[in-house]
């Protein structure tokens, strides 16, 4: 008799060991789905940043073969300048989304040029060079929904339930959407061809 009470003591501690470990490996499973979540953020963020320093990398073949033509423009040059400077310091995610918005701002003075010198329309150096600037902008423009498609996923499995519980204390931080700036809003598009052909 004194036996089966010894037995009967333990249930209580064998269905709390029990909780503990079924909780254990709930929270396990579901801190390594954020870390995969995580992880799918990065690399998207890493073709972002692969297509905007592709597109970095044209900017100064273009600067210079406009201003062969148009080499009067120092405040266009000098926005760019600073831009691409911008961009070189910038160290987080944030800061390269902000620095990558001047960037598009100030290739616009660039393109817009096109407008009051015409002759850069028939420059086959300037046209191949939009061209593949066109090229870039369209594959930036998938990377950038591709990654905010990520974040999407991120952000709400880190504000779900039960994760939010613990998901700020193991460093799994909210990440920025790539948004577009206001500029972008009221002239969505730069259509390097429409002035170009």
């Not at 953020?41 to 692969?50: F, L």
Request: aromatic share 8%.
């Amino acid at each position: 008799m004194a036996r089966r009470n010894r037995g009967g003591s333990k249930l209580p501690l064998i269905i709390g060991i029990a909780v503990v470990v079924i909780i254990a490996f709930l929270a396990i499973g579901q801190y390594n789905s954020l870390v995969n979540v995580e992880e799918d953020v990065s690399n998207k963020w890493s073709q972002v940043d692969n297509q905007i320093k592709r597109r970095a990398d044209l900017i100064p073949n273009l600067v210079e073969t406009v201003k062969g033509i148009a080499g009067q423009e120092e405040k266009v040059y000098g926005d760019i300048a600073e831009a691409q400077a911008g961009l070189a310091r910038a160290a987080s995610t944030e800061q390269r989304i902000e620095a990558d918005q001047q960037v598009t701002s100030s290739l616009r003075g660039l393109i817009a040029l096109q407008t009051t010198y015409p002759e850069l329309k028939s420059s086959e150096r300037f046209q191949s060079l939009m061209d593949t600037l066109e090229g870039t902008e369209n594959r930036l423009g998938i990377a950038r929904k591709d990654y905010n498609d990520s974040v999407t996923v991120y952000n709400k499995k880190r504000r779900s339930f039960p994760t939010s519980l613990y998901a700020s204390a193991f460093g799994f931080d909210k990440k920025p959407y790539y948004e577009i700036s206001e500029s972008d809003r009221e002239n969505p598009t730069v259509d390097f061809n429409s002035d170009s052909k």
